[in-house]
């Protein structure tokens, strides 16, 4: 069975920095897309940061230039850098893979539990 467990939420003052880290676990062939996305109160989830499986990467504007997304495809694990964090930044921040379980033929979608960054003003 394929699990992903983050680390690394907390509190933090404005403009300071977190790392948010999702390892993906269990029988595991290959993994595609990895992403980042975010729940604020009385928010739309939004989709903040992806990383292709050759490494390519795309933003929100939201966090454009302020936060980094990369990847270690040998731990199946995805990292989120946030520098210059905001108070609007505070949400629970959601992992997501696109990953084939070993035995399969198919891609399916796996979230991890969430974790909650509090950015204080």
């Known amino acids: 069975q394929v699990q992903l467990v983050e680390s690394g939420g907390g509190l933090v003052q404005a403009a300071g920095s977190l790392r948010l880290s999702c390892a993906a676990s269990?029988?595991?062939?290959?993994?595609?897309?990895m992403d980042w996305d975010r729940r604020a109160p009385v928010k739309q989830r939004e989709l903040i940061a992806a990383?292709?499986?050759?490494?390519?990467?795309d933003y929100a504007s939201s966090v454009q230039g302020r936060f980094t997304i990369s990847r270690d495809n040998a731990k199946n694990t995805v990292y989120l850098q946030m520098n210059s964090l905001k108070p609007e930044d505070t949400a629970v921040y959601y992992c997501?893979?696109?990953?084939?379980?070993?035995?399969?033929?198919?891609?399916?979608?796996?979230w991890g539990q969430g974790t909650q960054v509090t950015v204080s003003s």
């Open positions: 990383i292709a499986g050759g490494g390519g990467t």
């Open positions: 269990g029988s595991i062939f290959s993994v595609n897309t």
């Open positions: 997501h893979a696109a990953l084939r379980p070993s035995g399969t033929t198919y891609y399916t979608n796996h």
